[in-house]
């Protein structure tokens, strides 16, 4: 069962809390608060939590301070800081920790800051207060690259990193040895950005990976980067289903142009689809 945590500080009232289980907790931020446009709620970030180390898996969009919340839960252990991927919502506050690893395929978005365009004219009532921070991605101090294959101990609790292209080159699945699956943005429900058409087989490819090897082998918590924390097996097969056939055939009917996200909209419930053009 997910407990809610009550908010009890300002870095509270904006991230909610949830604990999935004696290990893990989300900390979920409101990007539409940022800007509604993106067509998506929540941003899930992660917090694994074991005897000796953590480890936080994304460190949100960067508006309030994510250490803050974190700290008190893993009170004087060592926190190891991964992305999963390098785009905004899951490195924004990446310049709270001296050290962050991520795939070699993404170091180079994830180290050098970013500035984020849409912001000036984002239409979130909490979009300027991000806006007053500089209105770029701040780094950490150092990168490490990361490979896939690489294992974490915390104590009672290990990580294997998987390195699932698609959604980016340096996508990567964070499994745990206690049956978790954290997917980042290869797995979440409501809208998914998909990668240009080129990409589209790598993606289909670590979905199918995935789920053979992993998920369906082993009866894993999944837990997405977006929208809902937890992910049922019926949800990751229709999402691995729909994009084994969109790498053969982009059907030309069911789209919608998006003149914000400057692509086009796919409907295929519980799934939308924003195809780049
Ligand atoms: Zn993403
Ligand atoms: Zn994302």
């Known amino acids: 069962m997910v407990i809610k945590i009550t908010a009890n500080s300002i870095e509270n009232s904006w991230f909610e809390l949830q604990q999935i289980d004696k290990w893990v907790y989300a900390i979920r931020e409101r990007l539409d608060l940022i800007e509604p446009r993106f067509l998506t709620k929540f941003a899930n970030s992660y917090l694994i939590v074991g005897k000796s180390k953590a480890a936080l898996i994304d460190t949100g969009i960067g508006i309030h301070s994510m250490k803050k919340v974190v700290e008190p839960l893993v009170k004087n252990k060592t926190i190891l800081v991964f992305n999963t991927h390098h785009h905004f919502d899951h490195i924004g506050n990446n310049y709270e920790w001296s050290k962050v690893y991520v795939h070699r395929f993404d170091l180079k978005r994830v180290a050098l800051p970013e500035k984020l365009d849409f912001l000036e004219t984002a239409k979130g009532p909490y979009a300027h207060e991000l806006l007053k921070k500089g209105g770029k991605t701040v780094p950490a101090d150092e990168h490490y690259p990361l490979i896939g294959g690489e294992l974490f101990e915390l104590g009672e609790i290990d990580l294997r990193i998987i390195h699932t ?91 919608e142009y998006d003149t914000f996200l400057n692509a086009y909209v796919l409907n295929q419930p519980p799934f939308k689809f924003v195809l780049p053009k």
Request: net charge negative; aromatic share 4%.
């Open 165 to 255: 292209p698609g959604h980016t080159p340096g996508s990567i699945c964070v499994l745990t040895s206690r049956g978790h699956l954290i997917a980042g943005d290869t797995i979440h429900n409501g809208i998914v950005y998909l990668p240009p058409k080129e990409f589209l087989p790598s993606y289909a490819k670590s979905l199918n990976d995935l789920l053979t090897n992993f998920i369906q082998e082993q009866d894993l918590i999944v837990l997405g980067g977006h929208e809902s924390t937890i992910i049922t097996n019926q949800e990751v097969e229709r999402l691995n289903q729909i994009i084994q056939e969109l790498q053969k055939r982009i059907p030309e009917e069911k789209h």
